[in-house]
């Protein structure tokens, strides 16, 4: 790894009374030059898909079936997509089986009420090549949003496609992106750059990276990759001083201009099979992979080809997180650990129990992450050492991130019973906070 390639109740009363508050002031643009309150969560991993929440917020960090749920909203069928948050407005995807439909609901903030279903796709569930991993969903990928539209993304008939509604839920357009042939899965969240909705789908039939007018879903430019099966969500970081458009995996580091699609440089410092969406200190790129090889990287973001330093750590799906000048990770098999972004020293390592597959969350001081048995470990984004604050269960699986925002938090659960499986999304809120 290394060459370098080319540089180039009282409480709902309550609840309902803060969600009809006159709008929140704006947060500063983004990456994606767009504008949202900080009670807003419109992207996978959040506001700068990071993973990082805005510390204006106390949410809570205690919970059961029965405490601090403001509701819970049924969700029909089966996805491990997370939750995004508009305005007054959840939304969130889903593949039902027993219709045989890819669909996108819009939920009441304040009541979790469903407004409306929108099918995207019926039909179309057989997929070529190998069975799906049993961890797997046919809707695995989280919504991104403008503030006025939904983009989301399905394998469906053995191809993956792009879809836009507006809040409402009518389809405004959808675009074909590529034939796809299932290795493990599919789950691949769509970002926003200025103009364009960027997605991908790497896949052993050979893919593509491909960036559509957000208004009308027309291709602007589309980069082919390799014949290789890849998992991450695209993602553009501010690094080495501009907006750089990263995709790790099919064994490179790539950096696109996000505006043209053109490379600015890539290497050879990743695996075939990556799932995590990178983060950046600025400095580096961090990079992270299960298959061949577990790694986990920092590759400098100036094009240098520099491999700063790596480790054989399996940090296959969680993504991870950097605050404090530390990467915080949680290995998938329910370690967490902080390393020096510099220096890739481990600072402190902690056993949590179980398997993850969920993504940790910082809020101000604390990180949140859960287990796939539905644990909730809140602890300090600490470099001292591992300060657990607390420890809260939630549903028999969980797969997908939670949203936190405005002081709530959205998660997508299931729930075994009688040998019945149902998903909802649950809003936590603190209630003794709102007295």
Not at 48 to 57: I, L
Request: negative net charge; proline residues 5%; hydrophobic residues 35%.
């Amino acid at each position: 790894m290394g060459r370098l390639k080319n540089f180039a109740p009282i409480c709902l009363l309550i609840s309902l009374s803060l969600i009809s508050q006159p709008a929140a002031a704006l947060e500063p643009a983004g990456l994606s030059g767009l504008q949202f309150p900080a009670s807003d969560w419109p992207f996978w991993r959040g506001p700068d898909q990071n993973g990082v929440a805005s510390p204006k917020q106390t949410p809570p960090t205690s919970w059961s079936e029965t405490e601090n749920v403001l509701w819970r909203a049924e969700v029909p069928g089966r996805g491990h997509s997370s939750p995004v948050v508009i305005g007054d407005r959840v939304f969130i995807t889903s593949a039902d089986h027993e219709r045989e439909v890819q669909i996108v609901l819009g939920l009441d903030r304040a009541t979790g009420k469903q407004l409306w279903e929108t099918i995207v796709h019926r039909g179309g569930f057989e997929t070529r090549g190998k069975k799906m991993n049993l961890k797997a969903t046919l809707a695995s990928s989280t919504i991104a949003s403008d503030g006025s539209r939904l983009f989301i993304n399905f394998l469906n008939d053995n191809a993956v496609w792009t879809t836009a509604l507006d809040l409402d839920g009518k389809q405004l357009w959808q675009t074909r992106l590529t034939d796809y042939q299932v290795h493990q899965g599919y789950g691949s969240s769509p970002t926003i750059y200025k103009n364009l909705v960027i997605s991908s789908a790497d896949n052993k039939a050979g893919g593509a990276i491909v960036a559509m007018d957000r208004t009308n879903g027309e291709i602007v430019w589309r980069r082919e990759r390799p014949e290789l099966p890849n998992y991450p969500s695209p993602v553009v970081v501010k690094a080495a001083g501009r907006d750089q458009l990263i995709m790790t995996g099919c064994d490179l580091v790539t950096s696109l201009d996000p505006l043209t699609g053109q490379t600015i440089w890539e290497i050879e410092g990743a695996t075939t099979e990556c799932v995590t969406t990178t983060v950046t200190d600025g400095k580096v790129i961090l990079t992270s992979g299960g298959y061949p090889d577990n790694h986990i990287s920092a590759v400098a973001a100036d094009g240098s080809g520099k491999i700063v330093w790596e480790n054989t750590d399996r940090e296959y799906v969680p993504s991870m997180l950097i605050a404090k000048g530390h990467v915080f990770a949680i290995l998938d098999a329910g370690i967490a650990t902080c390393l020096n972004v510099e220096t890739g020293e481990q600072v402190w390592k902690e056993r949590l129990g179980g398997t993850f597959s969920s993504s940790p969350v910082l809020v101000g001081e604390n990180i949140y992450v859960t287990s796939e048995s539905g644990k909730t470990h809140i602890f300090k984004a600490s470099v001292e050492g591992f300060q657990s604050v607390a420890t809260n269960s939630l549903g028999s699986k969980v797969f997908a991130t939670p949203a936190i925002c405005g002081g709530q938090i959205f998660t997508r659960v299931s729930l075994t019973a009688d040998e019945k499986t149902q998903e909802y999304v649950y809003c936590l809120a603190d209630s003794a906070a709102t007295r």
